[in-house]
Nanobody
Framework: QVQLVESGGGLVQTGGSLRLSCAAS????????MGWFRQAPGKEREFVAA???????YYSDSVKGRFTISRDNAKDTVYLQMNSLKSDDTAVYYC????????????????WGQGTQVTVGS
């Protein structure tokens, strides 16, 4: 079965940076479109970024210019570099494997990791 494990979350101050990692197993990683989503307490899960097998990238307007998604197919790993963090970025961050449909919609993804907590304090 496809398994995804996130890591790299933690507590940072406003303006700081974090790099999240998502390790994948159980499939041909290089053929996957992968995405990052996040969910804050009391809020719906929302799209953050996605990357295709060719390396094309997509971002939500709220993180564009601050976050960078990348992938290392040799390591079966997807990354999310987060810079200029602010309190609105506080959430549990999930990586996911795309199945079909829009890269921007949660329902288009088939497999999900367990999430990693990112907390941005002032």
């Amino acid at each position: 079965q496809v398994q995804l494990v996130e890591s790299g979350g933690g507590l940072v101050q406003t303006g700081g940076s974090l790099r999240l990692s998502c390790a994948a197993s159980g499939g041909t990683f290089s053929s996957y479109v992968m995405g990052w989503f996040r969910q804050a307490p009391g809020k719906e899960r929302e799209f953050v970024a996605a990357i295709t097998w060719r390396g094309n990238t997509y971002y939500s307007d709220s993180v564009k210019g601050r976050f960078t998604i990348s992938r290392d197919n040799a390591k079966d790993t997807v990354y999310l570099q987060m810079n200029s963090l602010k309190s609105d970025d506080t959430a549990v961050y999930y990586c996911a494997k795309h199945s079909r449909g829009s890269y921007y919609q949660m329902g288009s993804y088939e497999y999900w990791g367990q999430g990693t907590q990112v907390t941005v304090g002032s």
